[in-house]
């Protein structure tokens, strides 16, 4: 099956500053990708959709001055928690459908673990 | 986006069939069933999607109801290996773009 890339798998950065994940497709190019946030013992949680080339759509409460995405490109969108506060400490996952497969799966990020502190 | 009512955890040992119920009374017409696994810190993996009545492959059966109201996961002779959560969930066609509502999951523990 297709493969989702991200980077880092784990950061940890001090309160204030700006974290940026990288999300990629790695043999496929996703016109849309998702960005999810996972707390612990708790299920996926959709914070974004990733529009490339245009505005992501954020789902309600999702802050898009806070969570910043960018999908400049077919196989890459990036997800940057701008200053980053403890509550923003999770785990951030983010999938790709493959248009040009038969496949209908999503495929995640094996995901980043954002500490702050 | 229909709603899913799965149990929150299960228990079972190595060896065993154990089948996980997923209940979706809202489920929509152009709506695919798709079962996905979690491992501690690690994304989400696909393991089957069907539509309706029963698919197979290499490591789960999925069946669904003539009504499509509800679907079992069977996980057949499960392995310490196969300890996880699993969810159910229910949308349209993903190359569509259509995004995922993950419910609660079940966490099935497999014991010696």
């Known amino acids: 099956g297709a493969v989702v890339s991200q980077h880092p798998s784990r950061v940890i950065c001090k309160s204030g500053t700006s974290v940026k994940i990288e999300c990629r497709s790695l043999d496929f190019q996703a016109t849309t990708m998702f960005w999810y946030r996972q707390f612990p013992k708790q299920s996926l949680m959709l914070m974004a959709t990733s529009n490339e080339g245009s505005k992501a759509t954020y789902e309600q409460g999702v802050e898009k001055d806070k969570f910043l995405i960018n999908h400049a490109s077919l196989t890459l969108s990036t997800l940057t928690v701008t200053s980053a506060h403890p509550e923003d400490s999770s785990f951030y996952i983010c999938?790709?459908?493959?248009?040009?497969?038969?496949?209908?799966?999503?495929?995640f990020g094996q995901g980043t673990r954002l500490t702050v502190v | 986006l229909a709603k899913t009512t799965q149990p929150i955890s299960m228990d079972s040992y190595e060896g065993q069939e154990v089948n996980i119920t997923c209940s979706h009374n809202?489920?929509?017409?152009?709506?695919?069933i798709t079962w996905y696994q979690q491992f501690p810190s690690q994304g989400p993996r696909f393991i089957i999607q069907?539509?309706?009545t029963k698919v197979t492959n290499e490591v789960a059966s999925l069946f669904i109801p003539a009504d499509r109201k509800s679907s079992t996961l069977s996980l057949p002779r499960v392995s310490l290996s196969d300890t996880a959560v699993y969810y159910c969930l229910v949308g349209e066609d993903y190359n569509q773009g259509g995004k995922l509502i993950f419910g609660q999951g079940t966490e099935l523990s497999v014991k010696p």
């Open positions: 069907g539509y309706k």
């Open positions: 999938s790709a459908s493959d248009p040009g497969s038969r496949d209908t799966e999503a495929f």
């Open positions: 809202n489920i929509a017409t152009n709506d695919y």
